[in-house]
């Protein structure tokens, strides 16, 4: 069974019921209204519209700080009388006009009081951008599951309609045998109510549905009339790395953005209380009243001003500031066992709604072949056992309703889960083109028909094991295995279609027993494993990721399948496409090209990283350049950014200023990003002086990226694992991917250029197995897709 046709086979009813004569009710449906076309219009939600405009005060905040910061300038200008003293005994007044410039240049004291409220300001708008990327995220997320909630009370409905149709049809046969004491009257009450709880539950399921669309109105800011919802597709669980999820969700990013500002607070405090200013005055007069002549004055010096307690004042303050950076950071500590707790309870619901949905599928068959009983009971359509039957309706009614409910829960509780990838990209439902029919629908059906027959309609009683059709068979033991430590992917069940007779082999009994017993959960390997191909003998090659540079020509050739089928055959699961200016460009302004190819590689399996790397961004002054690049490129579905930005590639001698700027390059891509954010870089920054006491992994960290390429470029396998292995082991909470190139300008103990493609995929292979004791290590990166396919892969590419 695909994963395309997983979600559909939730319940299967027995082969006969297919057999039995009807059509579904002939309801009025609106138009159909796809949760794509809906998720296209988050950015109108007015949570992400007033995260967006709280971004924009703070960055005009900031903007506005820096604006009024150093030299100050004053001027004046009056007329009035003005008394000169001469000597001790004479003095003169006269009229006078008077104008005077000045400028004061604010220092010590007064020149960090503007520094800590731009250090303030800018934290502000760092925990506003992060709350605004999270808005984004967390709005398609929110969408999707009102989504699923209307999806569900639509469905409902369905089913709903469907059993209030069988009341004029049952109730006055239950009231004729009632009368005729056929019956007790206890039991007809029991229909009664039954039939009265459905009308309630009519309107329950209206009223969701009705606060489901509004809802979704608000969500996209557009107005939405009656729609149908349509069945989904739903992405695997994710695997969350828990130590990531603490060091990246947008709650403690935005903590961190507050213990920054306080500690860039903290190191503008050196002359707290005692504030100075260079001051440059100049004055003029004229004496209006005689024509006398110009006079003026000018001054130059310095001003002092501090509290006569200054210095006691500078320690409190100081210290007021580290306990408030110590309260954040304990509030970082309390958020992250919240989110590690909050995690695993997602979890275990989705387990538990994974073997709520088996139970479901077992109890919803039972209950229509319950129905399938009651038609073969011989009276039954002459009234002598139509109690019996409305039992059992009302008995599919509720299973059937507990189904739609488990569905849509497990929809939503799949949702809630992904909210805590926050090392991956978005990644939504989509819509299934192959379901034939609603669930409601297939749900409803089984009483469409007991309504027609009710009604009249003509009964040909199918045998217990139609020819041609296998026998109902045992529901399938409920052992799903335990989810490893690393996690687990769900393959969710969909509603599917009872399988033709064409479709099942005559020898095949599994295939028929998988068709008549319904849904199986699975649990797969953990997200970012290759899963095994049981006809390759466990020795299947590892994906590899490959740099590409020079993308022009792979992004025009993704409509052609011999690319991807390559791709497969190398084997490559991820490439790191590099942009250059004019294909930045091109995806600001013609961007579906770009779109077009990000689909294809997804729907090939094939996951895409944006590779960036001008090294010229380490420079403060050319670090806005990378910043405005990543976020003009935020829209677009990569799996990831890949910074292969190499402070020696612009200078001969690397000194701790250079490699703090580099840091802070990194870390403000990091945190404009709405991917994963990884980097590529050589080892000598992890184990060589100066370079191991300057602490590069906690800078990474701390900075947000968690995912390093070591670019170790040797030819000996057990080399390279030995490098990767000693660095990983001293950085556990970074992964570790190995760059390898096969670029024929390096010498042979460097490069792989002159390897035939097989000696090449099991030196890579032996790579891998060699990496895998080590936890946080694990993937092969190709330096380049250019020099790959001169190895002997072109052709199977092209």
Known sequence: ?????????????????????????????????????????????????????????????????????????????????????????????????????????????????????????????????????????????????????????????????????????????????????????????????????????????????????????????????????????????????????????????????????????????????????????????????????????????????????????????????????????????????ELMGEYQAAQEQLVQLQQEGQQMSQRVQASSEGLRESYLRGGAFADEGVDLLARRLQAYYKTALEEVDTQAKGWQANVYLRGYAVEQAADHAAVSTEVPGALGAQLADPIVQVNQMLGGGALNLPSANPPGLPAPAAAPALAPAAPSAAGYRMQTAVYSAPATPAALSDGDDSAAQQAAAGPRLQFAPALGAAAPDPAAGGNTPSPLAVYVWNSADLIAAKGDERLWQGLRAIPVDRLLLGLDARQIEEARTRPQQLRDFLATASQHGVKVELLLGDPSWIEPAQRPKLVAIVQGLQGFGFAGLNLDIEPDQIYKQIDQKHFDDWMETLRAAARVSPWPTGVSIHPRYFRDPPYASWNIAERLGDGGIND???????????????????????????????????????????????????????????????????????????????????????????
């Not at 501090?306 to 970082?332: D, Y």
Request: charged letters at 25%; aromatic letters at 6%; zero cysteines.
């Open 708 to 798: 390093v390429v070591l670019m170790i470029y040797n030819s000996n396998p057990q080399r390279v694992a030995d490098v990767a292995k000693a660095i990983a082991a001293r950085a556990p909470s970074l992964r570790f991917r190995v760059a390898q190139s096969v670029e024929p300008q390096l010498e042979p103990q460097l490069s792989y250029a002159g390897r035939s493609p097989h000696d090449f995929q099991q030196s890579m292979q032996q790579l891998q197995q060699l990496l895998a004791p080590q936890p946080n290590t694990g993937g092969v990166v190709v330096q380049a897709w250019n020099d790959l396919l001169r190895m002997g892969y072109e052709s199977q590419i092209r």
């Open 1 to 337: 069974m695909n994963n395309l046709q997983a979600l559909r086979q939730r319940i299967a009813l027995p082969a006969t019921m297919a057999l039995l004569a009807g059509t579904a009710p002939a309801w009025s449906d609106p138009a159909p209204l796809a949760l794509p076309d809906l998720l296209t219009s988050t950015d109108k939600a007015l949570v992400v519209l007033e995260a967006e405009a709280e971004a924009g005060a703070a960055r005009q905040d900031v903007a506005r700080d820096r604006a009024e910061q150093g030299l100050r300038m004053s001027l004046g200008g009056g007329y009035g009388l003005i008394r000169n003293i001469v000597d001790t005994n004479r003095a003169f007044t006269y009229a006078g006009a008077q104008a005077m410039a000045g400028f004061s240049y604010p220092m010590l004291g007064a020149a960090e009081q503007g520094e800590r409220k731009v250090d303030a300001d800018l934290g502000k708008q760092h925990e506003k951008d992060i709350r605004f990327l999270a808005a984004r995220r967390m709005a398609e997320l929110e969408l999707e599951s009102t989504y699923a909630r209307y999806w569900g009370a639509q469905e409902a409905l369905k089913v709903v309609r469907a059993y209030l149709d069988s009341e004029p049809l049952v109730l006055p046969k239950l009231e004729l045998r009632a009368q005729h004491k056929l019956m007790l009257q206890s039991d007809l009450l029991d229909a009664q109510a039954a039939y009265a709880q459905a009308k309630s539950d009519r309107v329950q399921f209206k009223r969701t549905e009705d606060d489901a669309r509004n809802r979704l109105q608000r969500l996209t800011g557009r107005q939405l009339g009656e729609f149908i919802a349509q069945a989904v597709q739903l992405p695997s669980a994710p695997t969350v790395d828990t130590a990531r999820l603490v060091q990246r969700h947008p709650d403690i990013a935005a903590l961190r953005a507050q213990r920054d500002a306080l500690k860039a607070q903290l190191d503008d405090s050196t002359w707290y209380g005692l504030e100075a200013s260079l001051d440059v005055n100049g004055s003029g007069v004229q004496d209006t009243s005689q024509g006398g002549p110009l006079g003026g004055a000018a001054f130059v010096g310095l001003t002092f001003k501090a509290p006569v307690g200054v210095f006691s004042a500078g320690a409190a303050e100081r210290k007021r500031l580290r306990f408030e950076i110590e309260n954040v950071e304990l509030r970082m500590q309390d958020r992250g066992q």
